[in-house]
């Protein structure tokens, strides 16, 4: 079955300081990859996506992600995280047969110390 | 803001009752989807609305329907609330037989079950 898996649940990091939330999937072929970021009570807000090519993709804020397919990985980073950074991340995966619909992870939650 | 909107954004119902939740897709979507998001959890897929008709649906009862309108607007129906079903129900849109696509999500609607 398809699944997402984002190991931390929570993650704290120092304002200034570069961040790495993790994401690995299990998918029978490649899947559209994204990754969204949810504040408190909010809905989901795209910060990039993967469809296909090159496998280090640029998003808002100053994110990017790399996708490894060897790893079925697709981790999110930034070199310098701001306090308005915090919030909770969704990793999903859109699977591009049969219903288009979304898998998500269980989300990581970014606290950021000042 | 992605122009998919929804409402109400808060509701509380008492159990056993009947909910209605509305969603407006983004403009020139056809695919409306709908997700519940559980406290501390990422969201799960319920259905999927394309052309009016179900178009794939999620490990949920059937006491959770829905609708999609010929405008492509879509209601999410849940009959005989139960606690569990308190949580951020969230409505997505997208644009079926393009390839290479993503959602775009609403803000959601808070529901309460007492």
């Known amino acids: 079955a398809q699944s997402v898996t984002q190991p931390d649940i929570h993650i704290t990091v120092s304002e200034g300081a570069s961040l790495e939330l993790r994401c690995n999937y299990s998918?029978?072929?490649?899947?559209?990859l994204f990754w969204y970021v949810q504040s408190p009570g909010q809905g989901l807000q795209l910060l990039l996506k993967y469809f296909s090519g090159d496998t280090l993709v640029q998003g808002i804020k100053g994110f990017e992600a790399e996708f490894k397919r060897s790893q079925s990985s697709f981790n999110l980073r930034k070199p310098s995280v701001h306090w308005s950074d915090a919030a909770e991340y969704f990793c999903?995966?859109?699977?591009?047969?049969?219903?288009?619909?979304?898998?998500f992870g269980t989300g990581t939650r970014l606290k950021v110390l000042a | 803001e992605t122009g998919v909107t929804q409402s109400p954004t808060h509701l509380i119902k008492t159990r056993g009752q009947q909910v209605t939740l509305r969603c407006s897709s983004q403009?020139?979507?056809?695919?409306v989807s709908w997700y519940q998001q559980a406290l501390g959890q990422g969201p799960q897929f319920i259905f999927q609305?394309?052309?009016?008709?179900?178009?794939g649906r999620g490990n949920f009862p059937p006491r959770f329907s829905g609708l999609q309108f010929p405008n492509y607007s879509s209601e999410l129906n849940v009959n005989a609330l139960e606690l569990d079903d308190s949580a951020l129900y969230l409505c997505?849109?997208?644009?079926?037989?393009?390839?290479?696509?993503?959602?775009?999500f609403g803000q959601g609607t808070r529901l309460t079950v007492v």
């Open positions: 403009s020139g979507h056809n695919t």
């Open positions: 998918y029978g072929a490649t899947p559209y």
């Open positions: 997505a849109s997208s644009l079926t037989g393009t390839g290479e696509t993503e959602a775009f």
């Open positions: 609305y394309y052309r009016e008709e179900e178009n």
């Open positions: 999903a995966v859109g699977l591009p047969s049969g219903t288009y619909k979304y898998i």
